[in-house]
Every structure is written in structure tokens, then in C-alpha cells.
């Protein structure tokens, strides 16, 4: 069983570029939820995808975006980097979306850091 | 809004047992989790609630009252191991998980 897997791992960037972020979700799994964890913090809820549509949304500005493929994989992508977008986000895969007893698996993360 | 609470951090000893409690107000409920994440790690289940009362688990047991808004993962036998953070998550009314900011557990000799 292959687990959650992000790209990439660390990221630099500088204010009002653009980045995109990549996420390979759990064999099985059809819903994928992205967070935003800062040090320290608990995961801020972006976005979650279930079988390729929008399932769902969290308090960030639409410059937050996102999309699923048909292998459930998805991208979050991310315009205008602000400094305090640096951060670790997070990718998480589970079935049928939330809500259920089927916990989210998480990813390692991927390290954005803007300069 | 909604809001999560659980304390910045707890000390304990090897060997020992440490609870670490959530409070919650969130708009409807429909579960709560426990994971576990270590320093520059990704979170990891650890347990699911989302009836009252006891859920045991090995080591861990996590524990649920809807009525009181409060939860709390009891951990027996500490392992210098189990030295992380412990975050309390809840499913609220649009099934979106909502994020406590982590409980720092450290575990001492």
C-alpha cells in the first residue's frame, strides 16, 4: 500500500510569486484535504477535493487554489506569496471525505519558506 | 467562531500516565480525532470518538462527553518515545475538520 506522498519536500520563494504544490493520495483513497501548519500551530483547513470536485473550504483568500485528477492525486496552488504564507503544508488522504471513521492520512509535507 | 482548546504543553515521566485534555465549541459535531505528531513530522491517527465514553487503544485511550464539549487522551506506560505533540481535531456540521494548536508532551527520565 503505497501512503500520502507530497513534492516538493522544501521550497523558497520571494513575495508575489506563484507556486504549486503536488500531492499523490493513499491507493484507495478518493478525497484529498490540504492545511496550512504553522510552527507551532495546529493545521488550518484550506481546501478538501472528492472525486475531482471542490468538497469544502476553509478561511483563505481565493489566491488559494486547487485541483484533483481522475488518480485522485492534486495540486494546490498558491498566487501573489505573501511572507506570511511560509509555512508546512500538509496533504491529507481519506475516503469518502470526512465525517466518517476513516481517518486522514497525512503526508510528509512540503516546507514553504518566502523570502 | 469555533474554537478548540488544549494545554501548550505537559510534562511527565517515564513510566508514568498523563491525560491531556479538549475542549471544544464548534459549530455541530460529527467526531473527534487524536493524532500524534512528531517534531518536523506529519501528524498520525492515534484515535477516533465520536460516541460518549471510553475508546481503548493499547496504550492510549481516548475518551468523549458531547455534553460537557470535552475529550481527552489518557496515555499509560510513557516511552521517552511518546515525547510529540497531540493534537484534538473535530468534525464539525460541514464535516471540515477544526484543529486544536497541539498539546507538547515531554517525557523526562
Known amino acids: 500500500e503505497t501512503g500520502v506522498t507530497q513534492s516538493p519536500t522544501h521550497l523558497i520563494k520571494t513575495r508575489g510569486q506563484q507556486v504549486t504544490l503536488r500531492c499523490s493520495s493513499q491507493s484507495g483513497h478518493n478525497t484529498v484535504s490540504w492545511y496550512q501548519q504553522a510552527l507551532g500551530q495546529g493545521p488550518q483547513f484550506i481546501f478538501q477535493y472528492y472525486r475531482e470536485e471542490e468538497n469544502g473550504r476553509g478561511n483563505f483568500p481565493p489566491r488559494f487554489s486547487g485541483l484533483q485528477f481522475p488518480n485522485y492525486s492534486s495540486e494546490l496552488n498558491v498566487n501573489a506569496l505573501e511572507l506570511d504564507d511560509s509555512a508546512l503544508y500538509l496533504c491529507?488522504?481519506?475516503?469518502?471525505?470526512?465525517?466518517?471513521?476513516?481517518?486522514?492520512?497525512f503526508g510528509d509535507g512540503t516546507r514553504l519558506s518566502i523570502l | 467562531g469555533q474554537n478548540i482548546d488544549q494545554p501548550t504543553e505537559m510534562t511527565a515521566t517515564e513510566g508514568a500516565i498523563v491525560q491531556i485534555n479538549c475542549t471544544y465549541q464548534t459549530s455541530g459535531f460529527n467526531g473527534l480525532f487524536w493524532y500524534q505528531q512528531h517534531a518536523g513530522e506529519a501528524p498520525t491517527f492515534l484515535s477516533y470518538?465520536?460516541l460518549d465514553g471510553l475508546e481503548e487503544k493499547g496504550r492510549f485511550s481516548s475518551f468523549l462527553s458531547r455534553s460537557k464539549g470535552y475529550s481527552y487522551l489518557l496515555l499509560k506506560e510513557l516511552q521517552m518515545k511518546d515525547s510529540a505533540s497531540y493534537l484534538c481535531?473535530?468534525?464539525?456540521?460541514?464535516?471540515?475538520?477544526?484543529w486544536g494548536a497541539g498539546t507538547k508532551l515531554i517525557i523526562k527520565p
Open positions: 470518538n465520536v
Open positions: 491529507a488522504s481519506s475516503i469518502d471525505g470526512t465525517g466518517n471513521n476513516q481517518p486522514q492520512h
Open positions: 481535531a473535530v468534525v464539525d456540521s460541514n464535516y471540515q475538520l477544526i
